[in-house]
């Protein structure tokens, strides 16, 4: 596709429960970036990929949060056992790569756990 | 330590021209970004800036001062479709992309 996809749009869910959130990014960017924004917030950096590859893990928030990327395209976010402050929108970027890295993202994934 | 600091909400008046400032403190610099995002939507690419000065692109322009850890986002000929969350984002650590967004700055523009 032309942008960024992400999917689930909306993902309501139970305390306890497994989620996975995937990500489609643009053809051809090296990069790609997850991040959280709670209600009213600032974007929470959680992990980013160039390629395969997860240079920089530490924004992740427990051992809970776990991030996948396959054939230098599409990545999965999982959250196990989620817990109710794990609702937020998360928000997947690419990138082409780069020093001049402009961020695309995608529409997000609204995740509410009751 | 990574921190980027921007007011939480401004306020202005249709016409008129705005400033919302960045500061910003990282151990590295690979440039500096700025975003729009309207309530509901995903953040969109305003601006980038890697050297000290201002870069002008219609009615926003963005400025930097590497030395001062400094920039801001100027908008001009203030429109009610202006009215949204203006996102600082620098990159996090020296000689990568890890780019850290500040906690935005709710813009509200009135009739």
């Known amino acids: 596709g032309a942008g960024v996809s992400q999917s689930p749009s909306n993902k309501v869910t139970e305390k306890g429960k497994d989620v996975e959130l995937r990500c489609d990014p643009i053809s051809g960017h090296t990069a790609l970036y997850w991040y959280r924004q709670s209600l009213g917030q600032g974007l929470e950096f959680l992990i980013y990929?160039?390629?395969?590859?997860?240079?920089?893990k530490s924004g992740l928030p427990s051992d809970r949060f776990s991030a996948e990327r396959t054939g230098g395209s599409v990545s999965t976010l999982t959250i196990q056992r989620t817990q109710q402050e794990d609702s937020a929108v998360y928000l997947c970027a690419s990138s082409p790569g780069g020093s001049t890295g402009e961020l695309f993202f995608g529409e997000g994934s609204r995740l509410t756990v009751l | 330590g990574q921190n980027i600091d921007q007011p939480t909400e401004m306020t202005a008046t249709e016409g008129a021209i705005v400033q919302i400032n960045c500061t910003y403190q990282?151990?590295?610099?690979?440039?500096l970004f700025w975003y729009q995002q309207h309530a509901g939507e995903a953040p969109t690419f305003l601006s980038y800036?890697?050297?000290?000065g201002l870069e002008e692109k219609g009615r926003f322009s963005s400025f930097l001062s590497r030395s001062k850890g400094y920039s801001y986002l100027l908008l001009k000929e203030l429109q009610m479709k202006d009215s949204a969350s203006y996102l600082c984002a620098a990159p996090g650590d020296s000689g990568t992309y890890k780019y850290i967004f500040g906690t935005g700055t709710r813009l509200k523009v009135l009739a």
């Open positions: 800036n890697v050297l000290d």
């Open positions: 990282t151990s590295g610099f690979n440039g």
């Open positions: 990929f160039q390629g395969n590859s997860a240079p920089d």
